[in-house]
T-cell receptor
Framework: GQQVMQIPQYQHVQEGEDFTTYCNSSTTLSNIQWYKQRPGGHPVFLIQLVKSGEVKKQKRLTFQFGEAKKNSSLHITATQTTDVGTYFCAGPFQETSGSRLTFGEGTQLTVNP | KAGVTQTPRYLIKTRGQQVTLSCSPISGHRSVSWYQQTPGQGLQFLFEYFSETQRNKGNFPGRFSGRQFSNSRFEMNVSTLELGDSALYLC?????????????FGQGTRLTVV
């Protein structure tokens, strides 16, 4: 079936190191959205990429959407303890209707000070 | 403006009982979606409503049902609870129905079935 896969499942870094999580879809996505969930919290929208090959930056975060609109990545430069949480990618598949999102399994990031 | 409000925050129910969870979307948002989050299955789509009509449904049994009121407030009902229904239930509201709309999540209702 249609699914979105995300790796790695866990990532432990020292503060100041970089971090990258990768997202792959089994089929073409209409767009890719990224969410962050802090421990004990709820997913919070970070960004949406719509165009093939799109790259967006938010301070230390860089988001990419693949040319085929089937993969994406989130890169954090020089991690800080405030970056701790689980990062999810999610997207609506092109052929689905409405706002239904299929989420990746998430990458849980821990940052050692 | 106020975010998505979900009540109650925590619930403990016994197997076989039913439960009703409530969600008030952001004012002006007409699309409400529900997701179930568990450690093993991650975030799974339950259903989506727009203008009081179900528009999308995930792979969940009929024990999970929903109702959207004219003011967009939403209630999800789960009947004949099973132990596997223990999860964080997240409501998300969007301004409109469609692929390019941002989803705003509530804090969730954590349901424990014993």
């Amino acid at each position: 079936g249609q699914q979105v896969m995300q790796i790695p499942q866990y990532q432990h870094v020292q503060e100041g190191e970089d971090f990258t999580t990768y997202c792959n879809s089994s089929t073409t996505l209409s767009n890719i959205q990224w969410y962050k969930q802090r421990p004990g919290g709820h997913p919070v929208f970070l960004i949406q990429l719509v165009k093939s090959g799109e790259v967006k930056k938010q301070k230390r975060l860089t988001f990419q959407f693949g040319e085929a609109k089937k993969n994406s990545s989130l890169h954090i430069t020089a991690t800080q303890t405030t970056d701790v949480g689980t990062y999810f990618c999610a997207g609506p598949f092109q052929e689905t209707s409405g706002s239904r999102l299929t989420f990746g399994e998430g990458t849980q990031l821990t940052v050692n000070p | 403006k106020a975010g998505v409000t979900q009540t109650p925050r925590y619930l403990i129910k016994t197997r076989g009982q039913q439960v009703t969870l409530s969600c008030s979307p952001i004012s002006g948002h007409r699309s409400v979606s529900w997701y179930q989050q568990t450690p093993g299955q991650g975030l799974q789509f339950l259903f989506e409503y727009f203008s009081e009509t179900q528009r999308n449904k995930g792979n969940f049994p009929g024990r999970f049902s929903g109702r959207q009121f004219s003011n967009s407030r939403f209630e999800m009902n789960v009947s004949t609870l099973e132990l596997g229904d223990s999860a964080l239930y997240l409501c998300a509201s969007s301004l409109a129905l469609g692929h390019n709309t941002e989803a705003f999540f509530g804090q969730g209702t954590r349901l424990t079935v014993v």
